[in-house]
């Protein structure tokens, strides 16, 4: 026990207090302004536990180790979580340092956080809909992008009901929310490639339905940022079945030819890279086939004189070339 | 030129004609008759006392907008130089290719385009990128301005004597390995060449894969990874390469060779060996090996899993992600193989900097004397007797101080030069 100053206190007696103060914050009853007071407080004790001070160590292993079963055995996490938009500005930072420190650690090869979590998807869910409080979203981002790095978070939350709802949140007002939405989203599609394929295969209609919708948005940014992630998607060699699957769909390449024509000349752009693998598909199904050929000599003279400035890019004009080459020779499908 | 100091004086005049034809782009040397009497003498003697070194003009050299710097390293296509990019002020490298020299090399210029294409589209932290391409029609030459690095896996390799990483070094190399190798398969790019001599360390230790010289693109609509040639390094190439096969499952080679890589890095001995490459590809496509028994599991069956004679048998690099070895980084040791040095700078200074000062600032105004700019070897032993001295010195970090200064280090690009004094008695 050190002589000077407070005696440390005991990670379980830690754990005790701010779950006591979150409590007490929850009911809201006249002692909130104190409740507040200790949760913060306690929060900033867990928190130099795990990272230290400009003066202190982080904790012994030992200590850590006892901190997090604490933490596991009371619920803590999702409890926190649940009332994080009572918790003041300061305290919001905390909750979300603490969790991301205690998701990271690791006993041997194992990743005990990650496995409780997996024994509690509640927490994964109540981040994931903190994204409809203005106040809390940030926060929940940051831990949600945490967790989206391993694998077996990640497919809880991309297989759960509630991934749709990103759909809806990557769209909102509130730009800075929107675009915290849209990283988290984006790294739960692509971070872990094969379940993400295989996601993205089982899930095909119903991910791609709300997936239009992105690309049909009145927002801007929704519908650039949506274009570019779907360009990736199909060019990503792992989502090969996707990409069939996508370019076989007549609606998908009447839509990507109305982007070309978009005001914007960033989404004409994007949609360029998505429009060249319709065309360079070598076994292109009938109703493509067909839609091409309507429009071959629009097509080329639309591509012939399409963004003819960017004379420095040799990998689109070649692209382009090519892309021009293939339309010209495109010859209907000789009925035997 | 002084007549009495030339050997050209008992030559035939044809004959120095001669060797001034032959000898014209070089610079001028005279020699010295220590003995006219010894007719029969072919070489001279010349003492080392009175060979000049001379320290070569630090002239600044721009290309487009880089400012040239040192040499950084020569491979068969050509230099690599250290450049600053004076509008961003950035450290690049650039590899200079003499388009002459490609094509001497089987598929050079060939391999260049491929490399180019490949690198303008990647983008990815574990990859090298590819900044700028320029070229000089007039000197026939390309230049391509990648990222900086400060040296490569092989070269750490080497200068330890072990010739190998402590594990906990070696893991951060190979997990970042992975993800760029990920990175790549999921562009459809199948590397063929990965081993330590193509992955360099950038600045702030961040491992880049290099060299897409073998490297090939998919087709975007290609069903599988079925690929027919491969030109990588020998001794990393699998089975299905080193039987013959006319075709093989490209994404399983690249993990072949980063298991070849990772039982280099952390054994410092190659898994197959062989006098020639015959033998070689005979011990590879028996697929026999052992792994020496300071390796333990789970690294052990990890490198068994990467190491599998059948490709279809061989882990995929979800499965290498998903290995315990892999998600365990082991306990950091004290013991770390630094990059090495670049000509005694451990430091890895930019090099473009004297340049940039000999533009501005002119000639060192310490270095104005004739001492500095000519040398012998004499007083070259001495100064590195000195130095060597003050090196083995405790607490000293082997940097000369400000009054040692007045010696440029003579670096490679010496010239013997007439040495004034060095008339005959």
Avoid at chain 1, 98 to 115: K, Y
Avoid at chain 1, 181 to 198: G, M, P, Q, V, Y
Avoid at chain 2, 259 to 270: A, S, W
Wanted: include cysteine; charged fraction near 30%.
């Amino acid at each position: 026990m050190p002589l000077f100053g407070k005696s440390q206190k005991s990670p379980a007696e830690v754990v005790k207090a701010l779950k006591e103060a979150v409590n007490a914050l929850e009911r809201g009853d006249k002692k909130a302004e104190k409740a507040q007071e200790d949760v913060s407080k306690n929060l900033v004790l867990i928190k130099n536990m795990l990272y230290g001070t400009s003066d202190a160590e982080p904790q012994t292993d030992i200590i850590v180790a006892q901190l997090a079963q604490e933490l596991y055995n009371s619920n803590l996490l999702l409890l926190l979580i649940q009332n994080l938009n009572r918790i003041d500005f300061e305290g919001k930072k905390d909750v979300a340092q603490v969790f991301n420190n205690i998701l990271r650690r690791q006993i041997g090869t194992r990743s005990p956080t990650v496995e409780y979590i997996c024994t509690k998807p509640e927490i994964l869910f109540t981040l994931m809909s903190g994204y409809e409080h203005q106040e809390i979203a940030l926060n929940c981002g940051t831990m949600l992008r945490e967790c989206a790095r391993y694998e077996a978070l990640a497919k809880i939350m991309l297989y759960s009901e509630d991934f749709y709802n990103f759909f809806r949140y990557v769209e909102v007002s509130t730009f800075d929310i929107a675009s915290d939405a849209f990283s988290t989203f984006k790294e739960l599609l692509t971070r872990h490639k094969i379940l993400c394929a295989e996601f993205l295969e089982m899930n095909y209609d119903k991910v791609f339905s709300h997936y239009q919708r992105l690309l049909n948005s009145e927002n801007y940014v929704t519908r650039r940022q949506s274009l570019k992630l779907l360009g990736e998607l199909l060019l990503d060699r792992h989502n090969f079945t996707v990409m069939t699957r996508y370019i076989s769909n007549p609606d998908n390449l009447k839509l990507m030819m109305n982007m070309l024509k978009e005001k914007s000349r960033n989404i004409q752009f994007e949609a360029f890279h998505v429009f060249k693998v319709f065309v360079a598909n070598p076994n292109k199904p009938k109703p493509i086939l067909d839609i091409l050929l309507r429009n071959q000599e629009k097509l080329v003279e639309f591509l012939t004189r399409f963004h003819t400035d960017r004379s420095e890019d040799e990998q689109f004009n070649d692209e382009k070339a090519y892309l021009i080459k293939q339309i010209k020779e495109l010859k209907p499908i000789t009925e035997h | 030129m002084d007549k009495s100091m030339t050997l050209s004086d008992e030559c035939p005049l044809d004959e120095e004609e001669l060797n001034s034809r032959i000898f014209g782009d070089l610079e001028p040397v005279t020699w010295s008759n220590d003995d006219d009497t010894d007719v029969n003498m072919f070489f001279h003697r010349v003492d080392s006392d009175q060979i000049i070194y001379q320290t070569k003009k630090k002239r600044c050299k721009m290309i487009g907008k880089y400012v040239m710097g040192d040499l950084l390293g020569e491979g068969a296509y050509g230099k690599v130089k250290e450049v600053l990019d004076s509008e961003t002020l950035c450290r690049r490298a650039v590899k200079i290719l003499k388009t002459r020299k490609l094509r001497r090399i089987p598929n050079g210029e060939q391999n260049v385009q491929r490399e180019i294409q490949l690198l303008k589209i990647l983008k990815h932290k574990n990859v090298i990128s590819l900044v700028d391409v320029l070229f000089n029609e007039e000197k026939q030459k390309m230049y391509l301005v990648l990222e900086y690095c400060v040296g490569g896996l092989q070269d750490m390799l080497e200068s330890t004597p072990k010739k190998k990483f402590p594990l906990w070094q070696a893991h951060g190399y190979f997990s970042q390995l992975i993800d760029g190798l990920e990175y790549l398969h999921s562009k459809g790019i199948v590397h063929k060449d990965i081993k330590p001599g193509n992955l360099l360390l950038a600045l702030d230790g961040t491992l880049k894969i290099s060299d897409f010289g073998v490297a090939e693109a998919l087709d975007m609509f290609a069903k599988d990874d079925t690929c027919t040639t491969g030109q990588g390094s020998p001794a990393f190439q699998p089975p299905e390469i080193a039987n013959g096969h006319e075709t093989f499952a490209g994404f399983k080679v690249d993990i072949w060779s980063c298991g070849v890589t990772l039982y280099n890095i952390t054994t410092g001995l190659y898994p197959f060996e062989g006098d020639n490459i015959y033998r070689l590809f005979e011990n590879i496509g028996k697929g026999e090996y052992t792994i020496p028994s300071e390796i333990e599991n789970p690294l052990r069956s990890l490198i068994e899993g990467m190491l599998q004679k059948e490709p279809e048998m061989r882990i995929s690099l979800q499965q290498i992600r998903q290995h315990p070895w892999f998600g365990r980084k082991p306990a950091r040791t004290l013991e770390f193989v630094p990059v090495p040095p670049l000509r005694e700078d451990e430091f890895h200074s930019m090099t473009v900097l004297p340049y940039l000062m000999e533009y501005h600032y002119g000639e060192d105004p310490t270095a104005s004397d004739n001492q500095s700019q000519y040398i012998t070897e004499h007083q070259l032993n001495e100064e590195r007797k000195l130095q060597e001295q003050q090196n083995a010195l405790p607490g000293n970090d082997g940097r000369r101080g400000g009054a040692k200064r007045r010696w440029r280090r003579p670096i490679s690009c010496i010239s013997v030069k007439k040495f004034p004094t060095c008339k005959q008695s």
